[in-house]
């Protein structure tokens, strides 16, 4: 379960590093290069328990990390401005796309751990969804407020 999980970290972090030459605005390029970073260190976190299960060592014996999640709580202030409508919507879709990797790894995490009877083992899973909800939350909120501008930029708000 751990090799799964290494894999489907690996590839959100480099889903992030691709992004990079596709979004345009600085502040979502910012939020990329930062999940980017996360997802690198999930990388190593996850390393470092395989390592440790395969040489007969506790998981428990792999300190967690902390995440800093202060970037995103300072992201959640700033106001997004400015950017033609091609690129908004570009972004949009972009964003989306990471929202949705979030929210995979999130239950992914957790549906995990309800499976797992190892007290260790659950409460890493549950710490690494608690990580993955916390991205996926601040990508929504970037998602609603660039949503909000492409509206504006069109004229107009949906029904919904």
């Given at each position: 379960?751990?090799?799964?999980?290494?894999?489907?970290?690996?590839?959100?972090?480099?889903?992030?590093r691709?992004?990079?030459?596709?979004?345009?605005?600085?502040?979502?390029?910012?939020?990329?290069?930062?999940?980017?970073?996360?997802?690198?260190?999930?990388?190593?976190?996850i390393t470092?328990?395989?390592?440790?299960?395969?040489?007969?060592?506790?998981?428990?014996?792999?300190?967690?990390?902390?995440?800093?999640?202060?970037?995103?709580?300072n992201?959640?202030?700033?106001?997004?401005?400015?950017?033609?409508?091609?690129?908004?919507?570009?972004?949009?879709?972009?964003?989306?796309?990471?929202?949705?990797?979030?929210?995979?790894?999130?239950?992914?995490?957790?549906?995990?751990?309800?499976?797992?009877?190892?007290?260790?083992?659950?409460?890493?899973?549950k710490?690494?969804?608690?990580?993955?909800?916390?991205h996926?939350d601040?990508l929504?909120?970037l998602?609603q407020?660039?949503?909000?501008?492409?509206?504006?930029?069109?004229?107009?708000?949906?029904?919904?």
């Amino acid at each position: 379960m751990l090799k799964f999980a290494l894999s489907r970290e690996v590839d959100g972090m480099n889903f992030y590093r691709q992004k990079l030459s596709v979004v345009k605005d600085q502040d979502v390029k910012g939020v990329l290069e930062q999940l980017s970073e996360m997802e690198n260190g999930h990388v190593n976190y996850i390393t470092q328990l395989i390592e440790n299960v395969e040489n007969g060592n506790s998981i428990s014996n792999v300190k967690i990390p902390e995440q800093d999640v202060s970037f995103f709580k300072n992201r959640e202030k700033k106001e997004l401005t400015g950017g033609k409508i091609d690129d908004i919507a570009s972004e949009l879709s972009v964003l989306r796309m990471a929202y949705l990797i979030e929210d995979d790894f999130m239950h992914f995490y957790d549906n995990s751990a309800e499976k797992i009877n190892d007290v260790e083992v659950k409460k890493v899973l549950k710490k690494l969804s608690s990580w993955e909800k916390e991205h996926r939350d601040m990508l929504y909120a970037l998602y609603q407020q660039r949503s909000k501008e492409y509206w504006n930029e069109m004229g107009f708000t949906p029904l919904f």
